[in-house]
């Protein structure tokens, strides 16, 4: 760093990407640690920052498909010589069975894709619902007013969601987070219902596409997804399935119509 950080200042975001990165050197990095342990705001934006890049080590994960995998259906679908009747008729033939074998081979390989990555999607679903459950975690955000939850997440996610002014009987809402679903920046929205803690997650539509079918339960969890034109909401929790559906209804309810 170039200029010290007074305690009244606060970090830029060069400072802040390199302190995280570990590029500072080992006085400039005391400085900076220095000024966090003074500086409240400046804190929570590293927490977030560092938080943020954890969160999307582990979701920026790319699947292909297994070369035995794909070995295993091209065999199963190649299709069989057909017998020549005439030149002309047996290289037609060919030709429309070898298209319809790649045709097939393709669905197949989709399906194949569309069931892994919704086995990894909500088993991610499920982690970052337990470790929002975690005794030593805190969401960044603790609140039970829309009105001071809504507005944290402006400016930290590429676009913008709404919060029911009334929520299905005996839900409260907690608070919120920032979250990385799918390889996406997401909003964590943390509510109860009849005591029982409920995960949300609310995602851009625009950016990586997810898969649209999701188990109905994974390992005990309910699991509840809605759409809008530009939103995609996921909720995840032990409650009642028609409770969480409830709950559902009323966030896809006042979102913004286009």
């Known amino acids: 760093m170039t200029q010290t950080t007074q305690a009244n200042e606060h970090l830029g975001p060069d400072q802040l990407s390199a302190f995280i990165d570990g590029e500072l050197s080992s006085s400039e990095s005391y400085e900076v640690q220095q000024h966090l342990t003074d500086c409240h705001e400046c804190a929570l934006r590293v927490l977030s920052a560092t938080r943020l890049k954890a969160a999307t080590a582990r979701a920026a994960q790319q699947f292909d498909v297994p070369a035995d995998a794909l070995a295993r259906l091209t065999a199963q679908l190649r299709p069989q010589e057909p017998k020549k009747i005439a030149r002309i008729y047996s290289f037609r ?22 069931t892994r990555e919704a086995n990894t999607l909500s088993a991610e679903l499920l982690d970052q619902h337990l470790a929002a459950l975690s005794s030593g975690a805190s969401p960044e955000v603790v609140s039970t007013d829309r009105h001071t939850v809504k507005p944290w997440f402006q400016g930290k996610l590429p676009f913008s969601f709404n919060l029911p002014d009334v929520l299905p009987a005996d839900t409260t809402l907690k608070g919120g987070d920032l979250a990385y679903l799918n390889g996406q920046p997401a909003a964590l929205l943390l509510f ?33 997804q809605a759409m809008t034109h530009d939103l995609r909401i996921i909720a995840v929790s032990d409650v009642n399935p028609a409770d969480l559906d409830l709950l559902v209804s009323a966030l896809l309810g006042v979102q913004t119509p286009r």
């Not at 060919?94 to 790649?102: F, I, L, P, Q, V």
């Not at 029982?196 to 339960?217: C, I, Y």
């Open 93 to 114: 033939s060919a030709t429309w069975a070898a298209a319809a074998a790649a045709l097939v081979l393709a669905v197949s390989l989709l399906g194949w894709r569309q």
């Open 192 to 224: 109860t219902i009849h005591k029982h803690e409920v995960s949300v997650f609310l995602t851009q539509r625009s950016g990586r596409p997810m898969v649209t079918v999701l188990p109905g339960t994974q390992s005990g969890f309910a699991m509840r």
